[in-house]
Every structure is written in structure tokens, then in C-alpha cells.
């Protein structure tokens, strides 16, 4: 069974400071997708990530594919109110199934 | 254009009874997706249909738990003598499949199981 880690579980900060959350596997996925969730509504995706080593940058957000495709990591550079809420990382299985894996998510919030 | 939606947005039911659950993804997508969110967790895989075919129903928990999409759009999941664990976020996502599957989400039901 493939399994998703996120770390942190929690993450409370200021406006403007710069922020780095984790997903982390044993196992390896063919591609990784990260979502952000706001209450009441389903995951919106942010950025898909498909080559080990890739990064990618959406605005002030950095998105890093590890060199074995086991994890990930998402960098926001001087967070802002709008960037609150709750993160998630999602693994496509090596065999490109389509039974994705999510990991618990990182909920995050951005004070003023 | 207008995204997944799903209906209805809360659902509650008593232990014992029968709920469907509804889900109408973007136009055009083949790839459709069910998952249940429990509080404080990810979504879990259920089910995903290509087309009309369920093409990976690993994650459904038991036999309880049917979908169904018989013309490739709208698609149904099907909880029979629901049970108090039951109760979660049942969250549909659609796809056109290519290239890497990336979905879209539907908002939601809220399944409460008294």
C-alpha cells in the first residue's frame, strides 16, 4: 500500500514570512499533484509535477519533485492571508494506476 | 465554464437506510473520480470510471458501496444500510485524462449517518 506523509501537520505564521511543507513516501509515483482546500469546498490543483528533480514555480510558490520521485516539497515565498489553507499532496502510482494517494495535508494559516 | 457539481451538498440519514449520491463533472471529461474525506484527512480513493466502465474500484470499503455511470457523464455512488462510519465528505473529481490526470473537484456531499 502506497502511503503519503505530509509534514507539518499544522503551520501558523506571519504575513510575509517564507514557508516549506513536505510530502514524503517510500514508495515511488509516476507523477505527484498538490492541491489547496479551502472549508466546504473540494481540493483545487495547483501544480503537477512529473520528472524527478523537476521543479516548477507558480507565482510565489515553488514546487521541487525529488530525484527518486518519492517526494515532494512546496516553498511560498512571503506568505500572504490568501495563501491559508489546507495543503495536500497527491501521488499517481508508479504503474499509472488511477487509484491516486493523498497525504493528510498541511493546514496552513497566514496571519495579517 | 461551470465545474463538477454535486448534489446534494449535505445528506443526512439515519443507520440502516439507503443514500445515492449525485455527481456531474465537466463536459466532456472521461475520467471521473470518487473519494471520501473524513475530518483532519486527505481524500481516499473509492473509484474511478473511464467512461462507462469502472476501470479501478480497489478503494470502495465494501460491498456496500456501488457507482454507477451509465452514459459516461453524470455518475451515482451508492450506499446501502449506512452506518455511522459512513459519515465523511463523499468528494467527486473529474478528468479529460491527459496527460497526467490532473482533476477537477466537485464541492462535495456531507454525509451524516445518525
Known amino acids: 500500500t502506497q502511503l503519503l506523509e505530509q509534514s507539518p501537520q499544522f503551520l501558523s505564521i506571519q504575513e510575509g514570512e517564507n514557508l516549506t511543507v513536505y510530502c514524503n513516501s517510500s514508495s515511488v509515483f509516476s507523477s505527484l499533484q498538490w492541491y489547496r482546500q479551502e472549508p466546504g469546498e473540494g481540493p483545487v490543483l495547483l501544480v503537477t509535477v512529473v520528472t524527478g528533480g523537476e521543479v516548477k514555480k507558480l507565482k510565489r510558490l515553488t514546487f521541487q519533485f525529488g530525484d527518486a520521485r518519492k517526494d515532494s516539497s512546496l516553498h511560498i515565498t512571503a506568505a500572504q492571508p490568501g495563501d491559508t489553507g489546507l495543503y495536500l499532496c497527491a501521488g499517481a502510482p508508479d504503474n499509472y494506476g488511477q487509484n491516486f494517494v493523498f497525504g493528510p495535508g498541511t493546514r496552513l494559516s497566514v496571519l495579517p | 465554464g461551470a465545474g463538477v457539481s454535486q448534489t446534494p451538498s449535505n445528506k443526512v440519514t439515519e443507520k440502516g437506510k439507503y443514500v445515492e449520491l449525485r455527481c456531474d463533472p465537466i463536459s466532456g471529461h472521461t475520467a471521473l473520480y470518487w473519494y471520501r474525506q473524513s475530518l483532519g484527512q486527505g481524500p481516499e480513493f473509492l473509484i474511478y470510471?473511464?467512461?462507462?466502465?469502472?476501470?479501478?474500484d480497489s478503494g470502495l470499503p465494501n460491498d456496500r458501496f456501488f457507482a454507477v455511470r451509465p452514459e459516461g457523464s453524470v455518475s451515482t455512488l451508492k450506499i446501502q444500510r449506512t452506518e455511522r462510519g459512513d459519515s465523511a465528505v463523499y468528494l467527486c473529481?473529474?478528468?479529460?485524462?491527459?496527460?497526467?490526470?490532473?482533476?477537477?473537484f466537485g464541492p462535495g456531499t456531507r454525509l451524516t449517518v445518525l
Open positions: 473529481a473529474s478528468s479529460t485524462g491527459l496527460p497526467y490526470n490532473e482533476q477537477f
Open positions: 470510471f473511464q467512461g462507462t466502465g469502472a476501470a479501478d
